[in-house]
């Protein structure tokens, strides 16, 4: 099984930032994608941003230019650097990593718990 650790959530102002990472551990042969979801409340979870095996990236429109996903393989972690936050960021933000646990297995997806990040006006 694979795990995934989440960290740095926090409750800044509007215009700050924060920067999130997540942690990937345990039975892991290979991972691709990784990426970060949220949740606001009362809506669906959306895709915020990815970053492929490559290190190709992608981001929702609502982030494009503040927010930067990263990624260090060796340490099986995944950054979100987020800037110039806005109240309509506040929600809870989950990793997402696709990984195998062996050679031959299919590749899945594997989700953190989720931090929370909320930002005032």
């Known amino acids: 099984q694979v795990q995934l650790v989440e960290s740095g959530g926090g409750l800044v102002q509007a215009g700050g930032s924060l920067r999130l990472s997540c942690a990937a551990s345990g039975s892991i042969f290979s991972i691709n994608a990784m990426g970060w979801y949220r949740q606001a409340p009362g809506k669906q979870r959306e895709s915020v941003a990815s970053?492929?095996?490559?290190?190709?990236?992608a981001y929702a429109d609502s982030v494009k230019g503040r927010f930067t996903i990263s990624r260090d393989n060796a340490k099986n972690t995944v950054y979100l650097q987020m800037n110039s936050l806005e109240p309509e960021d506040t929600a809870v933000y989950y990793c997402n990593v696709q990984a195998k646990t062996t050679s031959w297995g299919n590749v899945r997806n594997y989700w953190g718990q989720g931090t929370q990040v909320t930002v005032s006006s």
């Open positions: 970053v492929t095996g490559g290190g190709t990236t």
